[in-house]
């Protein structure tokens, strides 16, 4: 009698870590912890708020000039993949789009001391001054859900319409990590509003997206994002996130659609009794015209690092478009046994794994990565500590 070996997911993998919490999560002091729900796994889920940082009047205006440019250009819309990721905008040009001042970003510029030497404006922590109270950078600190029929949102809902409504857990085991909040998320978030014509109408894929936070910031400018990953509980948590923050997506046209992908089997689910399964007309979309693929800290097992660049080979093989692909890390330094010093095996990997993906010698494709400068603002407040990178990645169909 033969045995037939069960088929390995994305779920099986064992990991050796202990419970571990973000550190997005930990900035929540004198905050009350009152969950809103159990999953169906029984762990407890919090709902908090994150505030983007976003002149309304500027925004508002930008899509309604968006859209007249749409209407005139009916019938010569197609644009490339390499063509979208040359064309961004850098923040001062979104901040003064027709030559409107950006009143938020007064001091940004250079000045001169009387004896006309360069002073440097450094962001400041704490703004005092009223001129420059929209700089003001407070801590975000999730907001928990009170029991009762009173909305706690109600104050933030009148001081700005752009608030993100996160449900998550907090402290999960390492294969539950998707269900937190990580800064990895917000700074591929910050990148995504600061470059905004660049994923202008796009077509977009998420890789590991988790409750999705990034997926819901790329439908405020994208046409259509497939935000990804596995396990039921998951993808039931990152629905409910999308449909909290369709304030944010609805108006500028753009859908999140959530799916199942799991890295380690080679076929997208179709089963049509399987939740979150994708139809062939999905499929076929995806294939036809996504340009940009995303993954927003994902690599923290080598295992996972593997699978995640094979589904980025195979899928990328299979788009009839030149793809822009973004990729943000955070270096976790730890003390092993091994090395007897601080490393960071999990970048190691992702690194050694990537110049693999450049130097590959391939007939159909080409890869060319680069390091992104975190020189960009945030329009989402937390630590942006110097461990976290974002990587671009080219991918280019060989003539």
């Not at 940082?53 to 490339?80: D, F, I, P, V």
């Not at 006309?116 to 922590?125: F, H, I, K, M, S």
């Not at 080679?266 to 049509?272: K, L, R, S, V």
């Not at 690194?351 to 130097?359: A, G, P, V």
Request: proline share 3%; with cysteine; net charge negative.
């Amino acid at each position: 009698m033969v045995d037939v070996a069960k088929e390995e997911t994305m779920d099986d993998i064992t990991f050796r870590s202990d419970t571990v919490l973000s550190d997005v999560h930990l900035h929540t002091p004198s905050k009350r912890h009152l969950m809103v729900r159990l999953n169906t796994v029984g762990q407890p889920v919090f709902l908090s708020q994150f505030q983007l940082l976003l002149n309304k009047n500027n925004w508002e205006s930008e899509r309604e000039n968006e859209k007249e440019l749409t209407a005139e250009n009916m019938g010569h819309q197609t644009r490339g993949g390499k063509e979208l990721c040359d064309k961004g905008s850098n923040d001062l040009d979104f901040l003064n789009k027709n030559g409107r001042e950006a009143n938020n970003f007064k001091g940004i510029e250079a000045l001169l001391d009387d004896d006309g030497d360069l002073e440097v404006v450094r962001r400041p922590q704490y703004v005092s001054d009223p001129e420059v109270e929209d700089l003001s950078r407070d801590k975000v600190y999730p907001i928990i859900l009170m029991k009762g029929g009173e909305d706690i949102f109600e104050d933030a809902k009148q001081e700005s319409t752009y608030n993100i409504k996160i449900e998550h857990t907090m402290a999960t085991p390492l294969e539950d990590v998707g269900k937190q909040v990580w800064r990895g998320a917000f700074l591929l978030a910050d990148y995504i509003l600061f470059k905004r014509d660049m994923f202008r109408c796009c077509t977009v894929l998420e890789l590991g997206g988790g409750t999705g936070i990034t997926s819901i910031v790329m439908a405020m400018v994208a046409k259509t994002v497939y935000c990804t990953d596995v396990g039921e509980d998951l993808l039931a948590m990152c629905e409910q996130n999308v449909t909290l923050n369709k304030h944010l997506t609805e108006p500028a046209g753009g859908e999140v659609k959530v799916k199942e992908l799991d890295w380690l089997k080679d076929e997208f689910c179709t089963d049509p009794e399987a939740p979150y399964s994708w139809s062939e007309a999905e499929i076929a979309d995806l294939h036809d015209h996504t340009t940009v693929i995303l993954a927003a800290d994902v690599f923290y097992d080598d295992d996972l690092t593997d699978a995640l660049f094979k589904t980025l080979y195979k899928i990328t093989h299979n788009l009839k478009n030149s793809c822009t692909i973004l990729l943000s890390i955070e270096k976790r330094l730890n003390f092993t046994l091994r090395h007897m010093d601080i490393t960071c095996e999990a970048y190691n990997h992702f690194r050694n794994t990537l110049n693999d993906l450049e130097n590959l010698q391939d007939s159909k494709m080409k890869y060319t990565s680069e390091p992104i400068k975190l020189a960009f603002c945030q329009f989402l407040v937390y630590e942006r500590i110097e461990q976290l990178e974002l990587w671009k990645i080219v991918a280019e169909p060989l003539m």
